[in-house]
């Protein structure tokens, strides 16, 4: 019985001087989304331009992960960052709207950056963004008409498009494309070779890869379809395995995906690290501006094709630049909603994909 | 009648009484105090000391009824005590795995996940609120085993349960205008249903086409994860976030007046669920001929025939209910504020983890209780491990060896025995008068 | 040198109990030394530490006058220790000669040689008039040629000290008669042999000396020639035994069970087990179905029960066709069974002992209501069978049945179905492995049944049991019902040539 004492006693005394050793702080934090910190997307993305930025500047960061996906585990990550010391923490993802909504309020001395969201209160009846939250969205649509006009200018004419979900970020992809498409198609004088229409148009209903997305691009591509434009995250991987399979090309999204196999011929890029630096640098300025939504776009290095690792044939870079130029001081709108692109096009004879199929009505 | 009743209730006046206080301090009392901390510092400080008083007193009684227990011979205590070297076995495998990972923090970090969901007010009502729909998970497990089943579906209840929570969440809100607490029932019993109905086909199938349980229920939790998936983007899809849509807010599982003793934390009434579940287990195991005869179709299916018992409609019956108490699990979860159904094709996880949690709590439905606290304790304290620089896939790793190392471990309760029986048989050579004491 | 092998002061524990207390076992060279002891005695254990599968807690063993330490069965076989287990430790899809030199086996580049060992063998066999033939399976032998390959296994290993626990328990009369020619040959060689036993009969047939336990202790050693069987029987029950059943004259009345034509249909072998059987057992009366094991005895029992279908025929139980009732119907209506297998169907193992004790009836208004036990009758009811059955276990009601001996397990189980008071109790070699004091009990309490008006159906393999507990005797044979006998008039040989198929009586 003595011998246990002993033994409890110099455990407890072990414990309890260790638990003084002092603990380190992290001034930038990143909370992560559901996927893990790798999850090649939005965790991976703002966690690298976190990294590039704070290694710069000799900040220290870290990542937290939330117990579960649900507004109050996300908030409870939120508390366990600032008590890590977080001056400034980078969400990535609309998940993050309501507990950001919280937050902002809690931590009044706390920043916040909000990626691809802007925060609301649960019930989605009040809006606001505190002064000290900075929400960062992205022009899809024009990430989408850079990959579109870039697939045809490289000598493609029958294209797909395969997205995850209808939801917003998707559809402006979507629109985005066929605005690329068919504006490069009336530079080059080829809209009747284009072939892209409802047939080739999907939402898969599913982020995830699957043997159904897969059989679905094989058939596309054995129907002569070229190239497919993948903006569906992780069942972009089926496109890649079908494209390999027949030989073809397709578009990743989001992040540059070229390396994920080499039937990525370029990739509609969101600049996450781009975003989330600039976000970063004017916190450390002192210049952090919230209270309103940022958005990024080709005109302030939102958006991109990574055209270094691109496997364009006769895509020239000047041509990009060019058209990226055109974008970034507003001399082409691009479209964002399916009535704007009709506008855009201006022309309606062309076989575009329908309304109901754009916005993922059909069923 | 009536005298039954009083009798009863003379008899366990004690209990009853202690048992209405606790009821008072923990749902009724701290709602007048919300905003008083110290106040509330003080219930709190009383339900530690009237719980743990009573156990003592318990404890007291029974030494002073049982002079001649030696714990070696009481198949109870021997069992715990299995359980909790487990516990430190598998405790010291995170410890070793901290060690290696960062020796510089780990003893820091370890103490914060001895410390758990016991770090503070916060962290606690946190823990009871990710132990309910293990614990749930856990006893779904556990009963079936009871029964001499191994339920690997409870994943696959747990999401049909869970859908059908949400669609009656979602879908019903007009029972919730007319009654918030009915809404929420109804979502309940949904889920209960539907998680019944899925454990009764390995059931079924295993009583009379005497297909293998474990393969039958597992390929189910395919099944239900696919039809999940489909169901949610047919009926209750919300397109803007690919996610289900938001149950109303009269089906979400009410607090009970817990949020008072536990503010700022995620806790909910799932926890009182859970623990009436617990007891009508218990009570349906070892108080009914019902379980008199699911335990001796599990011990020995053979005896059970022979004493004529139906082991087919037992069979069935024991699916069923691991089913019902996984599907239970699974209302639980979703039913919560600002948590949604995702058509993701992704099995949940927290039916696998049910049965280590079965394993580690014994089969038996306190034991799971327990066991299911403890994995809510160490789920708090991997999540407060963030504060060291562990990164967050190591803590899973830590955490994930402590569990299994515990649940696995039990095999060292042979160990246990043997030390336990050293130690009588000392006491044992000494003069032995409390002995003849007793005997006189 | 006098002794090969000393045991001297071994005290071994469990939990809760002293299987050997001081005990001391002394084995000259070249005798046959008998260990007995009712079942829990210890005997076993005292082997198990012998034979390095327990260590003792206090004690020393010596081999050939050293002090020795046996951590393990390799130590054991290395001093030339052997042991033919009461369940033989046989690979059935091995040949004999595999099984005798498994994990002994000699090889040649990585190739097992089986020409020497062979050779060996067979010398081996003839020396000691073990006959095998080597190249058999050990699923197509039978079960008294399987004992042979246990005993020529310990012989190829060399070994001179033999164990043979209970041997004689699975052999029939004339394979036993051949085992006891084997053992005094073996000690002719020189060989010693340990035997542990409990029946008196075959102890005083080869043994020279014997050792008996009870309850853990040592009580003493005797030279058999000069002690009386009745002298050994109370030194291991610690009373006086009576060897004698007295009994009156069965006085049958009304028929209870008629069976009627039954066959019972194997599908797995796709033949029947049970072919055409036919008989009464009356009230007032013991019918016993005698045979040699796997002569169709379970399975037209089984049929009975209700725990197998038959294919043909009619059961009728008190004027009521029963041939289609369920298990519980049957039980209901009127049917005690004490199974063939306690540990398979007679008892929950890890329940306690007073749920055992109502495991047919505790759906009855008696022991439950409105679907809750009533643990107060469960315990009443079993502390008065405890007590009216003499139970002995280590905490009454609540112990575990299977912390039980075999024979207060037994105990149980006749104490539940004698108790539930049916019309007709159906038996099934209640007295399988069990001491001789537990035997009589057994016996009387067969005979209070019948002498209470109870239809008894006893089935037993043992001769001595079918001669002295019947009162009318039925032999099956490959399923078949081959003859019907009254014991006080056919002898023993008799039946013996029936039960070996070699005799019928066509009805």
Not at chain 1, 234 to 250: E, Q, R
């Amino acid at each position: 019985m003595k011998k246990l004492l002993v033994l409890v006693a110099a455990m407890v005394l072990v414990l309890g001087l260790s638990a003084c050793s002092k603990v380190e702080t992290y001034k930038i934090a990143m909370i992560t989304d559901s996927g893990g910190i790798d999850d090649e997307s939005f965790n991976q993305g703002t966690w690298e331009g976190i990294i590039d930025f704070a290694d710069e500047n000799d900040i220290s960061y870290k990542y937290y992960k939330p117990l579960e996906v649900s507004d109050d585990a996300y908030l409870e990550a939120i508390d366990l960052a600032v008590e890590g010391g977080a001056e400034i923490i980078v969400t990535p993802g609309f998940l993050f709207e309501s507990s950001i909504y919280a937050a902002q309020d809690l931590y009044p001395d706390v920043y916040f950056i909000l990626i691809d969201g802007t925060p609301h209160d649960p019930t989605w009846t009040t809006w606001k963004t505190a002064d000290n939250t900075m929400p960062i969205l992205f022009n899809e649509h024009e990430a989408g008409f850079l990959a579109g006009y870039a697939a045809v200018y490289d000598g493609y004419r029958e294209l797909g498009f395969t997205g995850g979900m209808a939801v917003p970020a998707v559809v402006k992809f979507g629109v985005g494309f066929i605005a690329g498409v068919y504006y490069a198609a009336q530079e080059l004088e080829v809209e009747d070779d284009i072939v892209f229409n409802d047939d080739t148009y999907h939402y898969f209903g599913d982020f995830g890869p699957s043997d159904n997305f897969k059989n679905l691009a094989l058939s596309w591509y054995a129907a002569d379809t070229e190239i497919i434009f993948s903006a569906a995250g992780g069942a972009g991987a089926s496109v890649m395995a079908a494209a390999a399979d027949s030989g073809a090309m397709m578009i990743g999204v989001d992040i540059d995906q070229y390396d994920q196999s080499d039937t990525v011929l370029t990739s509609a890029m969101k600049q996450l690290g781009n975003a989330v630096q600039q976000g970063l640098q004017a916190w450390l300025d002192g210049e952090f501006v919230g209270g309103t939504s940022v958005y990024k776009g080709a005109a302030n290095d939102g958006v991109a094709l990574p055209m270094e690792t691109s496997r364009f044939e006769t895509f020239t870079t000047a041509q990009y630049a060019a058209i990226f130029l055109d974008l970034a001081d507003g001399t082409v709108v691009v479209p964002a909603d399916y009535d704007a692109l009709v506008l855009f096009l201006n022309d309606a004879t062309l076989d575009i994909p329908t309304k109901d199929e754009v916005e993922g009505t059909t069923d | 009648m009536w005298e039954k009743v009083k009798n009863y209730l003379v008899a366990n006046a004690l209990n009853l009484n202690i048992g209405f206080f606790l009821f008072l301090l923990v749902f009724i009392i701290p709602q007048f105090f919300a905003n008083n901390d110290s106040i509330l510092l003080v219930i709190r400080g009383l339900i530690v000391a009237t719980g743990g008083g009573y156990i003592f007193y318990k404890l007291l009684l029974f030494r002073k009824n049982n002079p001649n227990f030696k714990p070696s011979e009481s198949k109870l205590l021997v069992d715990v005590a299995g359980s909790i070297i487990a516990i430190l076995t598998g405790l010291l495998f995170g410890l070793i795995l901290m060690l290696i990972v960062n020796p510089g923090q780990a003893f820091g970090g370890f103490f914060v996940i001895l410390q758990g969901g016991f770090r503070n007010i916060k962290s606690f009502g946190d823990m009871i609120y990710f132990s309910v729909p293990i614990i749930l998970t856990g006893l779904s497990v556990a009963f079936a085993f009871r029964t001499g089943l191994f339920n690997i579906g409870a994943t696959g209840q747990l999401t049909m349960g869970a859908y059908a929570a949400v669609y009656i969440g979602v879908k019903w809100g007009v029972i919730g205008e007319f009654s918030p607490f009915l809404h929420w029932l109804v979502a309940i019993l949904g889920a209960i249903v539907a998680g019944a109905l899925w454990g009764a086909i390995p059931g079924l199938l295993k009583a009379y086409r005497n297909v293998n349980e474990v393969v039958s229920s597992i390929m189910l939790n395919y099944v239900a994860m696919y039809l999940n998936t489909m169901l949610i983007v047919k009926y209750i899809y919300n397109r803007d976030f690919a996610r289900a849509l938001a149950p109303k807010s009269t089906a979400v599982t009410p607090l009970m007046n817990l949020h008072y003793l536990l503010p700022n934390s995620s806790v909910s009434g799932g926890i009182v669920v859970a623990i009436v579940v617990v007891i009508i287990l218990h009570i349906i195991l070892n108080k009914t001929t019902f379980g008199y005869e699911l335990k001796a179709v599990g011990f020995n299916r053979d005896a059970s025939k022979y004493a004529g018992m139906n082991s087919k409609r037992n069979i069935v019956y024991a699916m069923v209910i691991s089913g019902a108490v996984a599907g239970l699990a699974g209302g639980l979860m979703y039913l919560v504020d600002g948590k949604f159904l995702q058509p993701l094709n992704v099995l949940i996880p927290e039916g696998f983890t049910g049965i280590a949690i079965s394993l580690l709590g014994l089969s038996s439905p306190f034991g799971v209780l327990l066991a299911g606290l403890f994995y809510g304790s160490l789920k708090q304290g991997g999540f407060y491990l963030q504060l060291y620089s562990f990164t967050p896939e190591i803590i899973d790793i830590i955490i994930a060896v402590i569990i299994y190392a515990s649940a696995l471990g039990l095999f060292l309760q042979k160990f246990v025995i043997r030390a336990m029986k050293k130690r009588e048989m000392l006491i044992d050579q000494k003069p032995e008068e409390a002995v003849e004491g007793s005997d006189a | 040198m006098e002794y090969i092998v000393e045991m001297l002061n071994i005290t071994k524990e469990f939990p809760g109990i002293k299987a050997n207390d001081n005990v001391t076992l002394q084995l000259k060279k070249g005798e046959i030394h008998a260990l007995l002891g009712e079942n829990g005695a210890g005997k076993s254990t005292l082997m198990s530490v012998l034979f390095g599968l327990y260590v003792p807690e206090e004690g020393i063993i010596k081999v050939r006058g050293e002090e020795v330490h046996i951590n393990n069965p390799n130590d054991a076989n290395n001093y030339g220790i052997g042991m033919v287990h009461q369940h033989f430790k046989l690979v059935h899809n091995f040949t004999v000669v595999e099984n005798i030199v498994l994990g002994f086996e000699d090889t040649k580049h990585g190739f097992l040689q089986f020409d020497d060992a062979i050779k060996k063998i067979t010398d081996l066999s003839e020396k000691y008039k073990l006959k095998v033939d080597p190249n058999q399976l050990i699923s197509n032998i039978s079960v008294g040629m399987q004992q042979r390959v246990e005993i020529l296994k310990m012989l190829y290993r060399n070994a001179d000290i033999l164990i043979f626990d209970e041997p004689t328990a699975v052999l029939t009369p004339q394979e036993i008669e051949e085992l006891m020619n084997i053992m005094k040959d073996l000690t002719k060689e020189g060989k010693s042999i340990i035997l542990i036993t409990h029946k008196l009969k075959e102890i005083k047939q080869v043994a020279d000396r014997c050792s008996v336990l009870r309850k853990g202790k040592y009580i003493g050693t005797v030279d058999v020639k000069t002690t009386s069987v009745e002298k050994m029987a109370e030194m291991m029950v610690g009373r006086e035994v009576s060897f004698v059943i007295d009994k009156e004259v069965a006085k049958p009345k009304e028929v209870v069970l008629k069976v009627d034509n039954i066959s019972v249909y194997n599908h797995a072998l796709k033949k029947n087990s049970v072919t055409d059987v036919s008989f009464e057992v009356k009230k007032g009366e013991i019918l016993c179905i005698a045979g040699i094991e796997g002569n169709g005895q379970t399975q037209l029992i089984e049929s009975i029960t209700g725990l197998n279908p038959i294919s043909n025929g009619s059961l009728t139980l008190n004027g009521i066709d029963i041939s289609h009732y369920s298990v519980r119907q049957r039980n209901n209506s009127g049917v005690s069974h004490i199974p063939e297998d306690r540990h398979r169907h007679g008892l929950v193992l890890d329940y306690s002992l007073e749920k055992n004790l109502i495991l047919q009836t505790y759906f009855k208004e008696l022991f439950q209501h409105k679907g809750f036990l009533k643990f107060d009758e469960i315990r009443i009811n079993s502390d008065d069978l405890i007590d009216r059955f003499d139970i002995r276990s280590g905490k009454g009601s609540t112990t575990s049945a299977r912390s039980m001996s075999g024979g207060n397990q037994q105990k149980v189980i006749v104490a539940r179905e004698i108790n539930r008071d049916t019309d007709l109790l159906i038996a099934v070699q209640p007295t399988r492995g069990l001491d001789v004091g537990a035997i009589e009990y057994i016996h009387k309490q067969l005979i209070a049944q019948r002498d209470a008006g109870k239809a008894v159906l006893l089935v037993s393999l043992e001769l001595d049991e079918v001669m002295n507990v019947s009162d009318r005797i039925i032999i099956m044979y490959e399923g078949e019902n081959v003859g019907e006998f009254d014991p006080t008039v056919v002898s023993e040989n008799e039946l013996g040539l029936y039960m070996a198929g070699s005799k019928r009586s066509d009805q």
